[in-house]
C-alpha cells in the first residue's frame, strides 16, 4: 500500500494534489463537495446505493460510503482557504505514511482509478475500511476490455461474496471492491519480479498452458476462472522471460513451455517458436524431448 502513499519530500506549496477531507457534521457530505465545487476544486465523495424508508415506504438512495469521507483537489494553499471559508465544519486529514503532521494526499493516478472503477458501476459494489480487509492475497492486475478497461487493481474473493472481485483502494483510508464481470484480465507485469524457483515455474508454465489450450471447453472460455488463468500464465511466463537453460535440455524445457504461452497469449510467437527451434536442434534425435517438442510444434503450428 505504499506505493499509493506520497512521500512529502521535495514538498512544492503550489503542487496541485488529492487531498482527503473530514466533515464533522453527518450527512453533509454532498453539500460539502457542491460547495467545493463551487469554490472552482474537483472534489469526490465514495458513494453507494443504500435502501430507506420514508413514511412507510422503502427506496433505494445513493449515500456516503463512508461517513464523513470526502476528497478535494487542489493546491494545499487553495484547500486551506476553502477550509476557512466554508459553511461546513470541514477538516483536511492527517497522513499515516510519512509524518503525521503532514496531510494526507493521493496521487492523481491512484485517486482517478479509484473514481473511474467506483463510479462506473455503483449496484454491485462494496466498500471497506482498511482494517476490514486484507489486499495481500489477491494479485495486482490490468482489466482489458468491458466496463473497467485499463483500469488497476487487485483481484480477489472477499469473503460472505461469491465471485471473484476487482479491489481498488485508496490507502489507510477505504477500499472499493466491485464484482468482476467475465472480463479478460492482465497481470499487472511492471511490479513482476524474476523466478526464485526456476524448476516450479517451468512446470507452472507448461501445466497452465497445456489447460488453457487444450482442456477447457469453448463454451468456458468466458468464465471469470479462465481470465484468472490467463493471468497465472502471463505472471508466469514473465517470471521466466530472463533464464535460459545452460545444457539443450534444459534450454528446450524452457523453451516448450515458453512456446505454449506465446501461441496463447498471441505474443512473440514468432520469437519464441524461434528459441524452440533452436533449442530442438541441440538434442539428440533419440531423445524424448525432442519428440515432445516436435509434438507441439506441429500441433499448434501445421503450416510449419
Not at 472480463?183 to 524457483?197: G, N
Request: one cysteine or more; charged letters at 30%.
Amino acid at each position: 500500500m505504499e506505493e499509493f502513499a506520497e512521500n512529502n519530500a521535495g514538498y512544492i506549496a503550489d503542487e496541485v494534489k488529492w487531498y482527503a477531507v473530514g466533515c464533522m457534521s453527518p450527512q453533509k457530505e454532498l453539500r460539502v463537495r457542491d460547495d467545493a465545487r463551487k469554490w472552482g476544486l474537483e472534489a469526490f465523495v465514495p458513494l453507494v446505493y443504500q435502501v430507506k424508508t420514508h413514511k412507510g415506504q422503502k427506496y433505494r438512495a445513493l449515500v456516503p460510503a463512508l461517513p464523513g469521507l470526502m476528497f478535494i483537489k487542489g493546491t494545499e494553499i487553495e484547500v486551506k482557504e476553502y477550509m476557512n471559508g466554508s459553511h461546513f465544519p470541514v477538516y483536511m486529514r492527517k497522513s499515516t505514511f510519512t509524518n503525521k503532521e503532514e496531510f494526507l494526499t493521493i496521487p492523481n493516478h491512484a485517486m482517478e482509478n479509484f473514481i473511474a472503477v467506483t463510479e462506473k458501476n455503483k449496484e454491485h459494489i462494496t466498500y471497506f475500511r482498511p482494517e476490514e480487509i486484507s489486499l495481500q492475497a489477491g494479485d495486482r492486475i490490468i482489466v482489458k476490455g468491458g466496463l473497467y478497461d485499463g483500469r488497476e487493481g487487485i483481484i480477489m474473493r472477499i469473503k460472505g461474496k461469491r465471485n471473484k472481485h476487482l479491489v481498488v483502494q485508496i490507502p489507510g483510508v477505504i477500499i472499493a471492491a466491485v464484482e468482476l464481470k467475465p472480463e479478460l484480465v492482465a497481470y499487472s507485469r511492471h511490479s513482476e519480479k524474476s523466478s526464485r524457483d526456476v524448476n516450479k515455474d517451468k512446470r507452472l508454465l507448461m501445466e497452465t498452458a497445456k489447460r488453457l489450450l487444450f482442456e477447457i471447453p469453448d463454451k468456458y472460455q468466458k468464465e471469470n476462472e479462465y481470465y484468472l488463468l490467463l493471468s497465472e500464465l502471463r505472471r508466469c511466463r514473465d517470471r521466466l522471460k530472463s533464464f535460459k537453460g545452460y545444457t539443450p535440455a534444459s534450454e528446450a524445457e524452457l523453451a516448450l513451455p515458453m512456446y505454449l504461452a506465446a501461441v496463447k497469449l498471441e505474443e512473440d510467437v514468432p520469437q519464441a517458436e524461434e528459441r524452440l527451434l533452436k533449442a530442438i536442434e541441440r538434442l539428440k534425435d533419440s531423445s524424448k524431448l525432442k519428440k515432445l517438442c516436435q509434438e507441439y510444434l506441429a500441433k499448434l503450428n501445421p503450416a510449419g
